[in-house]
T-cell receptor, first 113, second 114 residues
Framework: GAGVSQSPSNKVTEKGKDVELRCDPISGHTALYWYRQRLGQGLEFLIYFQGNSAPDKSGLPSDRFSAERTGESVSTLTIQRTQQEDSAVYLC???????????FGPGTRLLVL | AQSVTQLGSHVSVSEGALVLLRCNYSSSVPPYLFWYVQYPNQGLQLLLKYTSAATLVKGINGFEAEFKKSETSFHLTKPSAHMSDAAEYFCAVSATGANSKLTFGKGITLSVRP
């Protein structure tokens, strides 16, 4: 079956612009996660969705970051007023409730100039 | 709180040699432990996981890892390296329960010399 997909695969933007990153999880996976991978660093947790609600937003680095999920499916991560330090690969993962494994998408590579 | 330590950022082995990638974790609750591999410009792929069953876990591509609670370790091994094993390897820990967010180590880049 289809895996986790993310779009766009690459995004170049100018400092101060807003960007939206999209994640399509595996069908039926109600748990969804966003992570960030900055150059030379490990992956950082950003936010966790169970269904359409986000019980854990503890990893969002500032109020410029927000995310939503609709229909227990697609999720959008929005970064407002982008800064150069937001440059990173943003990874989405989904998980079937009751299972331990998170399945990752290919990521969106964001470059803020 | 949970954390993962992967010592060193780069390991180089000869083709056919033993691969040993170290991972130590800290967790206040019984953990789940994972090794993921990331090939260039690709997402993460699960190699293997420990979920409180057998302490010696076998994964894909000939990799295995042993959970040692007394040492808080989950080292990844492969008896004989192949050129195709060159990639970045991440160890991760999660708590059990609904959230199960992953806490990752910084990753280790494995190079394989011909």
């Amino acid at each position: 079956g289809a895996g986790v997909s993310q779009s766009p695969s690459n995004k170049v933007t100018e400092k101060g612009k807003d960007v939206e990153l999209r994640c399509d999880p595996i069908s039926g996976h109600t748990a969804l996660y966003w992570y960030r991978q900055r150059l030379g660093q490990g992956l950082e947790f950003l936010i966790y969705f169970q269904g359409n609600s986000a019980p854990d937003k503890s990893g969002l680095p500032s109020d410029r970051f927000s995310a939503e999920r609709t229909g227990e499916s697609v999720s959008t991560l929005t970064i407002q007023r982008t800064q150069q330090e937001d440059s990173a690969v943003y990874l989405c993962a989904s998980r079937l409730v009751g299972q331990e494994t998170q399945y990752f998408g290919p990521g969106t590579r964001l470059l803020v100039l | 709180a949970q954390s993962v330590t992967q010592l060193g950022s780069h390991v180089s082995v000869s083709e056919g040699a033993l691969v040993l990638l170290r991972c130590n974790y800290s967790s206040s609750v019984p953990p789940y432990l994972f090794w993921y591999v990331q090939y260039p410009n690709q997402g993460l792929q699960l190699l293997l996981k420990y979920t409180s069953a057998a302490t010696l876990v076998k994964g894909i591509n000939g990799f295995e890892a042993e959970f040692k609670k007394s040492e808080t370790s989950f080292h990844l091994t492969k008896p004989s390296a192949h050129m195709s094993d060159a990639a970045e390897y991440f160890c991760a820990v999660s708590a059990t329960g609904a959230n199960s967010k992953l806490t990752f180590g910084k990753g280790i880049t494995l190079s394989v010399r011909p």
